[in-house]
């Protein structure tokens, strides 16, 4: 399905480092809890995420990654998501984080 530039222009991905992990064990599916700083404007944003089939707890704290802070906050078991973090989707659902290859600021919009 093709999309307009104005569509795109709507979806509002942002730059974020995750500053706290936690297991997941109410979701259906393996996941983890993050708590993500976007920066002063947006501040601080918690999602569930299912990449625990790559990434470690230890791993995550601390990584830049991209997300998108604009879409309505959805319930995930006993938790509520407020982004959705954006990852390639391999073989088995085997999700890679989308990050910057070099540390940037916190907040900064992908375009």
Not at 84 to 103: C, F, H, Q, T, Y
């Amino acid at each position: 399905m093709e999309i307009n530039w104005k569509d795109f222009e709507k979806v509002e991905m942002r730059v974020g480092t995750i500053i706290q992990v936690n297991d997941f064990p109410e979701a259906r599916k393996p996941a983890y809890q993050l708590k993500i700083d976007f920066g002063e404007k947006i501040g601080l944003r918690k999602t569930s995420a299912q990449i625990t089939k790559r990434y470690k707890k230890e791993e995550l704290q601390g990584k830049q990654i991209v997300a998108v802070v604009n879409f309505p906050k959805k319930q995930i078991a006993n938790f509520m998501s407020e982004c959705l973090v954006l990852g390639a989707v391999g073989e088995d659902n085997d999700i890679v984080l989308l990050s910057p290859d070099a540390k940037i600021e916190n907040g900064l919009r992908i375009g």
